[in-house]
């Protein structure tokens, strides 16, 4: 993880031509920070988590592209574009993607997320739309306009980066990183083996995992760690609206369906500070393979840390779950203090 991203203002040249895709924001150095595509599924977490780009000096969000996961995808696009514009983001593009996994049929965890996905959240609604064209055709073209400088991120199912490597296998080798929150080298959430997003899309994933990448994994091993605690919340409280409107009601679904303490993880925002801050968290090489066949076991990360083995991940195994919080009690802070 290094920096290196500067001299992008006005678009940088690529394959593929200039691509006028860069947007610094106001005050922001973007020598020092790293630029992020970030493919979501918003859900609650997935809100929180650009709600957390949107106020991290370390990260320069270059567009967000949605897929179907939590809720469908006309929800998920139009809960990208609420979320976006809430926090300040307006002119980060949001591009729709693929509406249903390859092979699976359409998926809907709304009873976790809320009806709408943002559980209790309610936003205004955007002045814009999504932009025209299609996420996968959006990831590469973006990537390949600027190789080895983007960091490209997944906090849903696989579906749209699946298939943009089928279209596109030198993506693999054009990104400056790729990370994903999904996945478990233990247990999971949806049943005993298996993570939701991996689950919801397991051949997707297993394109993406055999793609030639390191993927950089952040499971439930590590987010099931970060828990938003009372003491959080009371923090999240003194946030203005962002805390009355967005996180605290967004999370009070996510405490009553998904978490039972009152004090619920928050994974994809994991995904987002690991870019922001690679001192978060602790890596080990492993083989993960994605069970695409299994009766019990359909969608399950099978985690191989063996030294033997010829590593295709990094797998999270450790957290400074301090050190976290307050990173993104910061960003949420500048994003409180932009937007009152
Ligand atoms: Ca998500």
């Not at 957290?319 to 993104?328: H, Q």
């Given at each position: 993880m290094g920096n290196g991203v500067g001299g992008r203002?006005?678009?940088?040249?690529?394959?593929?031509?200039?691509?006028?895709?860069?947007?610094?924001?106001?005050?922001?150095?973007?020598?020092?920070?790293?630029?992020?595509?970030l493919d979501c599924d918003p859900g609650i977490d997935d809100a929180l988590a650009i709600a957390f780009a949107a106020g991290s000096p370390a990260i320069e969000l270059a567009g967000i592209t949605t897929v179907a996961g939590n809720v469908g995808l006309a929800k998920t696009t139009a809960n990208a574009l609420a979320v976006a514009s809430f926090v300040g983001l307006d002119k980060v593009p949001v591009t729709a993607g693929c509406a249903a996994p390859i092979l699976r049929p359409?998926?809907?965890?709304?009873?976790?997320?809320?009806?709408?996905?943002?559980?209790?959240?309610?936003?205004?609604?955007?002045?814009?739309?999504?932009?025209?064209?299609?996420?996968?055709?959006?990831?590469?073209?973006?990537?390949?306009?600027?190789?080895?400088?983007?960091?490209?991120?997944?906090?849903?199912?696989?579906?749209?980066?699946?298939?943009a490597l089928r279209r596109e296998p030198r993506l693999a080798s054009w990104v400056k990183d790729f990370v994903i929150m999904g996945g478990s080298a233990s247990r999971g959430n949806v049943n005993h083996a298996a993570e939701y997003n991996i689950w919801a899309d397991p051949e997707a994933a297993s394109i993406v995992f055999e793609a030639g990448w390191t993927v950089r994994m952040i499971g439930l091993d590590v987010t099931l760690l970060a828990r938003a605690t009372k003491a959080i919340q009371d923090r999240m409280s003194a946030l203005g609206s962002l805390g009355s409107s967005l996180l605290l009601p967004a999370l009070a679904q996510y405490a009553d369906s998904h978490d039972t303490t009152g004090e619920p993880p928050v994974h994809d925002v994991c995904a987002v500070v690991s870019i922001a801050d690679p001192t978060v968290f602790t890596y080990t090489p492993a083989r993960v393979q994605v069970e695409t066949s299994g009766r019990f076991t359909s969608g399950m990360t099978v985690t191989d840390?063996?030294?033997?083995?010829?590593?295709?991940?990094?797998?999270?195994?450790?957290?400074?779950?301090?050190?976290?919080?307050?990173?993104?009690?910061?960003?949420?802070?500048?994003?409180?203090a932009k937007i009152g």
């Open positions: 203002e006005g678009g940088a040249t690529g394959p593929f031509g200039t691509f006028g895709l860069f947007l610094a924001r106001d005050g922001q150095d973007p020598a020092m920070s790293t630029t992020i595509l359409a998926l809907d965890a709304g009873h976790v997320h809320g009806e709408s996905g943002l559980g209790g959240a309610v936003l205004p609604t955007p002045a814009r739309v999504a932009e025209s064209g299609h996420a996968i055709d959006h990831i590469i073209s973006a990537i390949a306009a600027s190789p080895g400088e983007i960091t490209l991120v997944a906090t849903g199912p696989l579906t749209n980066i699946g298939l840390f063996s030294p033997s083995i010829i590593p295709n991940a990094r797998v999270a195994t450790a957290i400074d779950a301090d050190r976290f919080w307050e990173l993104v009690l910061d960003a949420y802070g500048s994003v409180a």
